[in-house]
């Protein structure tokens, strides 16, 4: 399985930008580099994903290093609501009789507190 | 605008009981997966189902069984629970399983075995 590592935790002030970083150095050519957030008693919610351009959305960003090795995910301005858990993930391929299917592999991710 | 629905939301079970958990999507996706998360882990997959009438095992299968009897239905049922099975358990659904499609969650089904 393709492995990640982030941080297990991150503060930051509301209203600041926010930086969460995450490394695979173990990625492949085709793996797209996906982000989701668990916000407390919730399923986990998609945030955004990349391949090798750096990426907006009205979410996020996602800044990929060149060597795609690691990339950062960067909320631009932290507010309380955006306190949760965050996953960077990369998407495993599974064999299947019909073709392929996906798994998500999700680690234990970074906690974000966000204070005032 | 539903999504992803899971029911029941909370359920207690005792030791050998078996129960359904249902998920119910409504985006029309093909592919459908459950996962547990266990306290201050990540999601680990259990099964997965890559359209109506067909089920695969995903790395923790064992204790439980699946059906996709319908494209907007997935089950994921307990023929005897134990303890060890006490989790919080999701249900994601995709549209098309290509590596830039995102999986949508429901808010979970907590499970706890006495």
């Known amino acids: 399985d393709a492995k990640t590592t982030q941080p297990n935790s991150m503060e930051s002030n509301e209203e600041e930008p926010v930086h969460l970083p995450c490394n695979h150095s173990t990625i492949s050519g085709t793996d797209y580099i996906h982000w989701y957030r668990q916000l407390p008693s919730q399923g986990p919610e998609y945030v955004i994903h990349?391949?090798?351009s750096n990426v907006n959305n009205r979410m996020a960003s996602l800044a990929i290093a060149e060597d795609r090795k690691s990339s950062t995910l960067i909320l631009h301005r932290a507010t309380l609501r955006d306190a949760a858990v965050y996953y960077c993930?990369?998407?495993?391929?599974?064999?299947?009789?019909?073709?392929?299917?996906?798994?998500?592999?999700f680690g234990t991710g970074t906690r974000l507190q966000v204070t005032l | 605008n539903a999504g992803v629905t899971q029911t029941p939301k909370f359920r207690v079970l005792k030791t050998g009981q078996s129960m359904t958990l249902l998920c119910a999507q409504d985006m029309n996706h093909e592919y459908m997966y459950w996962y547990r998360q266990d306290p201050g882990m990540g999601l680990r997959l259990i099964h997965y189902?890559?359209?109506?009438?067909?089920?695969a095992k995903g790395e923790v299968p064992d204790g439980y069984n699946v059906s996709r009897l319908k494209k907007q239905n997935f089950l994921l049922g307990l023929e005897s629970a134990a303890p060890s099975q006490t989790s919080v358990y999701f249900c994601?659904?995709?549209?098309?399983?290509?590596?830039?499609?995102?999986?949508?969650f429901g808010d979970g089904t907590r499970l706890s075995i006495l």
């Open positions: 189902s890559v359209g109506e009438g067909t089920t």
């Open positions: 994601a659904s995709t549209a098309l399983d290509r590596g830039n499609q995102p999986q949508h």
């Open positions: 993930i990369l998407r495993d391929v599974i064999i299947i009789n019909t073709g392929t299917a996906s798994k998500l592999t």
């Open positions: 990349g391949l090798t």
